[in-house]
């Protein structure tokens, strides 16, 4: 079990007080908070060993390109990818599927091809590939969801046919709090011979992930969602595809050779990794999973499982407000979306910011989601390892107080 009050000591940030209230940060989906370890390490590296990776044979250059390939080393143990080689250091979640969509895409998906995404996904698991289906003429097609906003697997046996090339999919959902069955969906797509690409972004930070036993060709996520900082993400992909293709970017270390008319490419993982890298933020995310596994994910997990028990009942109770996604806590993440009667998502969120609470409103990057849903915004509350039962009934008591103001004008 974790020691949240212990834990939470970690996190001067949320310590705070704001408009007179103190804080109470659900926000996380968005990005988590940063303890003061990871900071420390990262601060270390700037005030000791701030130097270039790769590139110099100095004490400097040798203890940073040191650090730098070492968190290299516990993203493939945290996943459990195969090698370091199949590790690809990018800005973040987007970036990663944006290189996907060029450099897989452009290699791979001829004209015909299928595409196939679900209503659920973020916006950066759909631009890449619309952009990708409108260059080389594929056809872009999406999986429903049922009643309660799971994936609906029977839809999804029939958009997925000999025709898909891509099933490109969120592990989690990031409005739904859903966790899709990555392992099921990839059995289905390799008996299709397609290739599965998996948004990992709201499952990394909060369960368990082997990307061998799920089998995925490729898997992204983001360190600012995980304790880390922001400006680095993660690639996975199996060896077999990433030498196949092409790198997208150019230039410093990815270069193996370069002539006068062309170029030659350095070995995985560097091949697909251009100019001087997020040194920093490469050390913070190794630090953060380091602080992670300290904790557990098994830990993790159940701790927001308990506080999604707690909360979710309470907020389903408040007359007027109505939750998207399942209803059963058991098969929630610790993501809710939630929209009260009456009363614009934006305006919900502001009431609650006046009362310390941290929430996000708007589409969350998930417009044919919410299309879907048949609603132009939500509010959302996210929780994170260091949110308590307290922070839930902030949470409830914040909403009940916001609906009576604008019921009747006050506090």
Same mark, same amino acid.
């Not at 557990?296 to 997990?301: K, Q, R, T, V």
């Not at 007027?320 to 806590?329: A, K, M």
């Given at each position: ?10 996190? %001067? ?255 995985? %993982? ?42 979710? %009942? ?30 614009? %998502? ?66």
């Amino acid at each position: 079990m974790i020691n949240v009050e212990k834990l939470r000591q970690d996190f %001067p940030i949320l310590a705070q007080n704001v408009n007179e209230e103190s804080l109470v940060y659900l926000d996380n989906a968005a990005t988590t908070q940063m303890p003061d370890p990871i900071l420390q390490t990262m601060k270390t590296y700037y005030h000791k060993d701030h130097a270039n990776v790769h590139r110099g044979v100095h004490t400097l250059a040798q203890r940073a390109t040191e650090k730098y390939e070492t968190a290299r080393e516990k993203v493939r143990q945290f996943i459990h990818a195969n090698e370091i080689a199949e590790v690809l250091f990018t800005k973040g979640t987007t970036s990663s599927l944006n290189w996907l969509a060029r450099s897989f895409g452009d290699r791979f998906i001829n004209e015909g091809d299928e595409i196939v995404l679900s209503y659920m996904e973020h916006h950066s698991n759909i631009v890449p590939w619309q952009q990708l289906a409108k260059r080389k003429k594929a056809v872009l097609k999406y999986i429903s969801l049922t009643e309660d906003g799971f994936l609906d697997m029977e839809d999804a046996r029939r958009q997925i046919t000999e025709k898909t090339a891509i099933v490109a999919i969120a592990h989690a959902s990031n409005v739904l709090g859903v966790i899709n069955p990555i392992a099921e969906l990839t059995e289905l797509v390799h008996k299709h011979q397609g290739v599965i690409v998996v948004d990992g972004a709201q499952a990394v930070p909060h369960m368990p992930v082997n990307v061998k036993e799920l089998d995925v060709d490729f898997y992204a996520f983001s360190g600012h969602k995980m304790l880390g900082p922001t400006g680095i993400g993660v690639l996975y992909g199996k060896r077999y595809w990433l030498e196949q293709m092409e790198p997208v970017e150019f230039g410093g270390e990815m270069i193996d050779f370069v002539y006068l008319q062309e170029s030659t490419w350095a070995e995985l %993982p560097w091949k697909f990794e251009a100019g001087t890298p997020n040194i920093a933020g490469g050390i913070g995310l190794g630090s953060a999973i380091g602080y992670l596994n300290e904790i557990s994910l098994e830990e993790i997990y159940h701790h927001e499982k308990e506080l999604i028990h707690y909360v979710l %009942p309470r907020l389903e109770a408040i007359e007027g407000l109505t939750v998207y996604g399942p209803s059963e806590p058991v098969d929630h993440t610790g993501v809710i979306a939630f929209n009260l009667d009456g009363l614009h %998502p934006h305006d919900l969120a502001t009431a609650l910011d006046m009362q310390g609470v941290a929430v996000r409103a708007g589409h969350h990057c998930a417009q044919p989601l919410l299309n879907y849903l048949d609603t132009m915004a939500t509010a959302r509350a996210s929780f994170y390892l260091y949110n308590t039962k307290d922070d839930a009934d902030r949470l409830i008591e914040s909403i009940k107080e916001a609906k009576e103001f604008f019921r009747h004008g006050s506090f």
